[in-house]
């Protein structure tokens, strides 16, 4: 089963507005990261956070990281008809030898 | 560098038929991973290498799929026989290292092939 799972699932918002998405996962990391995916496309990296940060900066991105609640948030501000994609979540859950990925969630940016 | 390259984008072929993927990694990368991703089951981890070695192979759905890394710069995805349900999209990916021994473990992923079984 995927480690992780995002909420929402889909999100629809205004060109401007913030965006934020929340990522739970069950057991203990080493960091988190977040990916995004354009239609058709692979998936591209966007930010990682570690297991001993709590806060990370990177542009119009922020990522925040509770460990105490397997949680996980990424904030996209001043958002742009070009941030519409989906959004995943990727833990190395156990500290394992693989990254697991949550389902996603689908962002719509509406110019 | 030209990113992981993965061929074909596009296949179509008919129930029965073999099918193999092909991936190479970027250079100097030692872990690659196959995914497979449709809108069923998201994005689920089929096989990963490290060192050209197999690590995990217990994504892999049945006997029907196989992979091979016969070198660091080259690895492919075989269906044999193909079946409809195999359709979906197919990612290759690679990363430096693995998750858990280091924190360079962010992975990059090749465009995907669309596989269509008919």
């Known amino acids: 089963s995927q480690q992780g799972e995002e909420d929402p699932q889909a999100l629809s918002i205004q060109e401007g507005e913030n965006a934020t998405m929340n990522c739970s996962y069950k057991t203990s990391i080493n960091n988190l990261q977040w990916y995004r995916q354009n239609s058709g496309r692979g998936l591209v990296h966007l930010i990682l956070?570690?297991?001993?940060?709590r806060e990370k900066h990177s542009g119009r991105l922020r990522v925040t990281l509770d460990t105490s609640k397997k949680s996980s948030s990424l904030l996209i501000t001043a958002s742009r008809a070009a941030d519409t994609a989906s959004y995943f979540c990727a833990t190395d859950a156990n500290r394992a030898n693989n990254l697991f990925f949550g389902t996603g969630t689908r962002l719509t940016v509406i110019p | 560098d030209a990113g992981v390259i993965q061929s074909p984008r596009h296949e179509v072929t008919e129930m029965g038929q073999e099918v193999t993927l092909r991936c190479k990694p970027i250079s100097g990368h030692n872990s690659l991973f196959w995914y497979r991703q449709t809108m069923m089951r998201g994005l689920e981890l089929l096989i990963y290498f490290n060192n050209n070695v197999p690590i995990d192979d217990s994504g892999m759905p049945e006997d029907r799929f196989s992979a091979k890394m016969p070198n660091a710069s080259f690895s492919t995805l075989k269906i044999q026989p193909s079946e409809p349900r195999d359709s979906a999209v197919y990612f290759c990916?690679?990363?430096?290292?693995?998750?858990?021994?280091?924190?360079?473990?962010?992975?990059?992923f090749g465009p995907g092939t669309r596989l269509t079984v008919l």
């Open positions: 990916a690679s990363s430096l290292g693995l998750a858990g021994r280091s924190s360079y473990n962010e992975q990059f």
């Open positions: 956070i570690r297991s001993n940060e």
